[in-house]
């Protein structure tokens, strides 16, 4: 077998054509919002650094005065006051930096949680196909270094770039007016750092985005190795794996390096051509003092200044290379802010994060039997259904399935009547997940409508939905959490005693119970410290905490031994008796405990009746309960 590794491939981004293309400028104003509300530190910050900037043109000027004063006239009390001056300018400047870094830590801190908070916010409430499509590892690559890339610009770049242009400003102004030719010779290279900081930017800022890009692809792989080890272990592709990701480490040090060429260049250049100007104005300057057109301590002073716009001056190329990543983390981060959430049509709140995946059931939602009142379960007088749930004509294609491929469902019709449960059963990948996902509406149907209690699901609003319907996926997916808050996230209100109802309708109270702290136990990430039968049953009570009026159960019993199956079998038949429900079976054992099975092949219902019925009247059916089917795969 060829040493294939398991690694996603990579993104880049940097040539797409959907991307806007805006300057970094326009960009960066993106952030305005977040800012907005610590704009009046930002400001009083960047006034305070700008103040303490220009205290370091005011040395030069003094040392004019001591050079061309006290030094030439040996006045041994002045130098004193000339360094005492010195010192004091020296402090200022200093404390005033030192007081703009307090003024922006906390404030800035704040921004970026902001930021997180708003994306992690949006993340719950993007479509599940949003989920399909982009990598995990890019999602986290934006929601932590990019933010934090953020946060350092508004720290740093973005005031310095202010401050700096403003030193840079007064600075020349002084030369100007102390001596404008040699001001003039200092200024001879600004039009050419000028054009060659633009052409910078710009390869700057699409090297950015190829390395920012390279990363969220390393975390990506990082995770699913993390989450895969068993099975990389498990094949022995540990090495093939670590190669592979070699390469990906290798690609992003030679993006690297690239940004470090870049940079290299335009310090280069930004300290080389200023250089050359000052050797020059030195020169210049020089002979005009030997001519005696000049004092010694204008030139002192003059080249002083010169001096300290060196700063200034060099670490615009550094400050620009800031602004361009940053302007990328922001690009980035908004291709994610920018997805349509879903809306909630139901109360126009989409509500927490937690409301947009996680399925939850109502406390108390069924009474009786769950049967609604006024509903019989007999089809309207027109032959529509009344109760339960119903499917008509449901059609439905994902959003990123290759073009003009079939749809995964093309005309759904069934009707669940109220308290009734209906197994379905198909060939793998005839479409009875996607089926399923529907229900809590984690996608919409493309064609046809699907009623709960005959009211159409449309028109419920997701967070309802999910109210009404409880879900137990076929990979059932546990959180970083206790068993006890795992189960009771399926059902907002539930209180001890349903979680001890759950866990026993599960059969998972005997295991639970076990565990080190009981129900208080953390299950670890993903829940990978307990077994898949474990998680299964968990994922079960959490289904059943709530009370749901409908339940969607994907493969419940899958990975159970046959002995806790049989008893999880004779719990959940109570479950089942008092709620309408849908459970996605495999083997006669599960379809045993519905009351109709609907069978569905090449994304229609071929047929619906007992399991005795289909078992005799259809083949299709048949060979699937015999296995034959899944043997001829
Ligand atoms: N997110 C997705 N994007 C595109 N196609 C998908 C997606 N999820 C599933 N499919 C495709 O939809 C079809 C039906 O998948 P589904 O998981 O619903 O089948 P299934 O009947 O539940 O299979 P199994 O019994 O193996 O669980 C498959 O061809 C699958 O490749």
Known sequence: MADTALTTPPTDRTDLPHLPQRSAVRTLLRLWPFVRPVRARLFTAACVAVVASCLSLVIPLVLKWLVDGPVTEGDAGGVWLGGGYLLLLGVAEALLFGLRRWLVARPLAGV?????????????????????????????????????????????????????????LVGWAVLLAQHWTLGLVLLAPVLPLMALCSVFEAKYGRAARRTQDQLGDLTTVVEESVLGIRVIKGFGRHRSQARAFKELTRALRTSELRKARLLACILGVNTALPEIAIGGALVLGTLQVADGALSTGTLVAFLSTALALRWPVESIGFLLAMSSEAATATERYFE????????????????????????????????????????????????????????????????????????????????????????????????????????????????????????????????????????????????????????????EHAQEADLRRALEVAQAD????????????????????????????????????????????????????????????????????????????????????????????????????????????????????????????
Not at 122 to 141: E, M, T
Not at 367 to 395: E, K, Q
Not at 590 to 596: G, K, N, P, Q, S
């Open 112 to 168: 970026e949680a902001a930021m997180r908070a708003a994306l992690y916010r949006h993340l719950q409430r993007l479509p599940v196909a949003f989920h399909d499509r982009w990598p995990s590892g890019q999602l986290l690559s934006r929601g932590t270094t990019d933010l934090q890339m953020l946060r350092m610009f508004l720290t740093f770049p973005l005031t310095f770039l202010l401050v700096n242009g403003v030193t840079i």
């Open 336 to 491: 994610v802010m920018d997805e349509p959430a879903v809306a909630d049509e139901g109360n126009g709140d989409e509500g927490d994060g937690d409301a947009a995946e996680r399925p939850r059931g109502t406390n108390g939602a069924v009474g009786g039997g769950g049967r609604p009142a006024g509903s019989d379960g007999h089809d309207g007088c027109d032959g529509s259904p009344t109760g339960g749930l119903a499917f008509s004509g449901v059609a439905f294609r994902y959003p990123d399935a290759v073009p003009d491929s079939p749809p995964t469902l093309k005309d759904v019709t069934l009707h669940i009547r109220p308290g009734e449960t209906v197994a379905l059963v198909g060939a793998t990948g005839s479409g009875k997940t996607t089926l399923t996902a529907l229900v809590p509406r984690l996608y919409d149907p493309t064609a046809g409508r699907i009623t709960l209690d005959g009211r159409d699901l449309a028109t419920i609003g997701r967070d309802e939905a999910r109210s009404l319907v409880a879900v137990a996926f076929e990979d059932p997916t546990l959180f970083s959490a206790t068993a006890g808050e795992n189960v009771l996230m399926g059902a």
């Open 510 to 633: 005997g295991f639970v119970d076990a565990l080190p702290e009981g129900t208080a136990t953390q299950v670890g990430e993903q829940g990978l410290s307990l077994s898949g039968g474990q998680r299964q049953r968990l994922a079960l009570a959490r289904a059943v905490v709530g009370r749901p009026r409908f339940l969607i159960l994907d493969d419940p019993l899958s990975a159970l031994d046959v002995r806790t199956e049989a008893a999880v079998e004779a719990a959940l038949r109570q479950v089942l008796a008092g709620t309408t429900a849908l459970v996605v079976a495999h083997r006669p054992s599960t379809v045993l405990l519905a009351d109709r099975v609907a069978l569905l092949s090449d994304g229609r219902i071929a047929a619906v009746g007992t399991h005795h019925e289909l078992l005799r009247d259809n083949p299709e059916y048949a060979a699937l309960m015999s296995g034959e089917e899944e043997g001829a795969r």
